[in-house]
T-cell receptor, first 113, second 112 residues
């Protein structure tokens, strides 16, 4: 049982390049989230989804887009990367929001030069 | 806007000692979570606290919730080196799509 899988694990981009981060979960979870973690800070929510075909903005959505075409996948896109987007990105999922904690992927370390 | 504050942010303690990490939050919440993160790793869930007065224990860690004071504590008993990690509390509100707001984390170092 893989849980939550993120790809890639590491990536270096140049300013202005684009990329997509993939999150896949095999737990049939409805809710999926993208967070970023910066040194000395907690996690900040970028975008989230409460079900297939739905997405919504979180706390820091600017510069990112997301899609949830299939229930098990949640994609995070950077259209034009900026150095301020250098961070560790975590995907998370949960069964419901009544009693369930978040299940996290292993993270993607992104550096934008 | 929900704000979550943890203190201390850094904690260095000796093996065998006890200590408490505090998590304060600013608005009414439905539930509170504690997570652990090892360096360079992902976060794993430790406790889910759902109601006022809830207490959960796992090994040397015990978490409690006081919703009236908007305070949760994570108590460490007789610390061991393996507990060295960063601990995050996160607060939810179901009416807000259950989005979790995280504290900045407490980095715990247990020294022999």
């Amino acid at each position: 049982n893989a849980g939550v899988t993120q790809t890639p694990k590491f990536r270096v981009l140049k300013t202005g390049q684009s990329m997509t981060l993939l999150c896949a979960q095999d737990m049939n979870h409805e809710y999926m989230y993208w967070y970023r973690q910066d040194p000395g800070m907690g996690l900040r929510l970028i975008h989230y989804s409460v079900g297939e075909g739905t997405t919504a903005k979180g706390e820091v959505p600017d510069g990112y887009n997301v899609s949830r075409l299939k229930k098990q996948n949640f994609l995070l896109g950077l259209e034009s990367a900026a150095p301020s987007q250098t961070s560790v990105y975590f995907c998370a999922s949960s069964w419901d929001r009544l009693n369930s904690p978040l299940h996290f992927g292993n993270g993607t370390r992104l550096t934008v030069t | 806007e929900l704000k979550v504050e943890q203190n201390p942010l850094f904690l260095s303690m000796q093996e065998g000692k006890n200590y408490t990490i505090y998590c304060n939050y600013s608005t009414t919440s439905d539930r509170l979570y504690w997570y652990r993160q090892d360096p360079g790793k992902s976060l794993e869930s430790l406790f889910v606290l759902l109601s006022n007065g809830a207490v959960k224990q796992e090994g040397r860690l015990m978490a409690s919730l006081d919703t009236k004071a908007r305070l949760s504590t994570l108590h460490i008993t007789a610390a061991v080196h393996d507990l060295s990690a960063t601990y995050f509390c996160a607060v939810d509100n179901v009416s807000n799509a259950g989005k979790s707001t995280f504290g900045d984390g407490t980095t715990l170092t247990v020294k022999p």
